[in-house]
């Protein structure tokens, strides 16, 4: 129903409510004067109000075709869950500097040079000397992230310099985003090479010294006559042979992510690619939203985590298992994003969202209700619904067995918000975000 239509009702409406309430009709049912006024222009209203508004909701349009997604109830947050406010504990580095470090690296470079001195000469009438006084080694700690403006950025020292850029300007709004380009998972491979995932372009090798990229696997080549829409995260062997890396859909984009969350689209997949063969195979399909990637530290299988699901699937790429799947954590109390090794042998996992319970839960609310899903999407922008979702940011610690370890909560995201990446380094989590215009760090010491 349009607009006028909608005011035409209201008019049509209105005089009745006067002209029916004669004294002749009061005395008939014996309702007062002031309330039967009060019922009608009650009805009224509500019915010129619903109406319109059922027959916009009926009319627009939904971009989202929503499945009914069936979750367990959340898992209580007592014992290693229970909430604390651990991760206030964290400091932010170059606030303001950086946009959306989704996954940080380090690589802990040992620099050797020649070191020589040079004796210049008076008024450069004799050629300079150079004094070579033996080999020099530097120890640098130089940390790599990709950021919402598509730029893959080392920091050495406190200073943030870019060394590269996959897409190109301008950058910064929704519309940017596929030209502009956006690195999220990012890893070191053998001799220091650094490796990309670009949510828009695809799999890239960066040269962390040069700024050099080259272009592994592109989203415009169709994989199994699928596209690659969607290029979250990447984890490589240790020999830099094999790259496991997920493409979350090939119908949404990562600017889109709420819309993949909120339906439930189940097009995602774990592709495989050979750095030697240059092939990629499809390892699994129909996959809610997959995200992070970890390799096991035996590389005998791989952790991908379903987003939408709130869970941990378990992919074995060796040993007798090898083809085999199988469920690594099921019922998350969160919405896991990134997951990265920790040093004692397990696995950190970062969640921007939570399924309270104790609590309301939203998506568990909605997640079976697509109806209101589908009505609320008629409504209101991405942006919008996002604002109804709590911020809550948790990390949590698995074992290797996948066993809760530790959890560490900043409810309401006061100091580390929108959390993706927990990567530990030298005794210190390093927690990257898709939004946060900074990097938080944990000193392990201290929760
Ligand atoms: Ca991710």
Not at 56 to 63: E, F, G, I, K, R
Not at 282 to 303: T, W
Request: include cysteine.
């Amino acid at each position: 129903m349009n607009e006028a239509e909608g005011l035409r009702q209201r008019r049509s409406c209105r005089p009745q409510v006067i002209t029916e309430d004669s004294p002749v009709q009061e005395a008939k049912d014996g309702s007062t004067y002031s309330s039967k006024v009060f019922r009608v222009t009650f009805l009224t209203l509500a019915a010129s109000l619903t109406v319109p508004l059922l027959g916009v909701t009926v009319l627009l349009d939904c971009p989202i075709d929503p499945q009914s997604i069936s979750l367990k109830e959340p898992p209580l947050l007592t014992g290693v869950l229970e909430p604390n406010i651990k991760l206030r504990k964290a400091e932010r580095l170059w606030e303001n500097q950086l946009v959306g470090p989704e996954s940080i690296v380090n690589i802990g470079e040992l620099i050797q040079y020649e070191h020589w001195q040079v004796s210049s000469s008076l008024c450069g009438l004799y050629q300079n000397e150079k004094v070579y006084l033996g080999i020099l080694s530097l120890k640098s700690d130089v940390l790599f992230t990709g950021t919402a403006d598509g730029k893959i950025i080392k920091i050495e020292d406190g200073e943030i310099q870019t060394i590269a850029r996959i897409g190109h300007g301008p950058c910064g709004t929704c519309e940017d985003e596929p030209a502009c380009g956006r690195p999220l998972g990012i890893r070191v491979g053998p001799n220091n090479t650094l490796f990309v995932a670009d949510a828009y372009y695809g799999l890239y090798e960066v040269n962390p010294g040069t700024g050099e990229t080259k272009m592994l696997v592109s989203t415009k080549t169709l994989i199994e006559g699928q596209k690659l829409s969607f290029v979250n995260d990447l984890t490589v062997t240790r020999d830099g042979r094999k790259i496991y890396f997920t493409d979350s859909s090939s119908k949404w984009q990562r600017r889109d992510y709420l819309f993949l969350i909120m339906e439930g689209t189940d097009d995602g997949r774990l592709l495989e690619y050979d750095t030697v063969t240059k092939e990629v195979k499809v390892l699994m399909v129909g996959l809610r939203f997959p995200n992070g990637v970890q390799l096991s530290p035996a590389e005998d299988f791989v952790l991908v985590q379903e987003t939408t699901m709130a869970r941990i699937r378990r992919y074995y790429v060796s040993g007798l298992m090898k083809g085999g799947a199988d469920v690594f954590v099921e019922n998350m109390p969160g919405l896991p994003d990134n997951i990265r090794l920790s040093s004692s042998g397990g696995y950190w996992v970062a969640m921007s969202a939570v399924r309270p319970n104790p609590g309301f839960s939203l998506l568990d609310f909605l997640s079976e209700k697509p109806w209101i899903k589908r009505m609320l999407f008629k409504l209101l922008s991405q942006e919008t619904v996002t604002k109804f979702v709590p911020k809550y940011s948790l990390v949590v610690e698995l074992s290797e067995t996948g066993s809760y370890r530790r959890s560490f909560h900043d409810p309401s995201g006061v100091m580390a918000a929108y959390v993706s990446e927990a990567h530990e380094h030298n005794g210190y989590l390093y927690l990257g975000s898709f939004r946060s215009p900074f990097i938080c760090r944990l000193n392990l010491q201290h929760v």
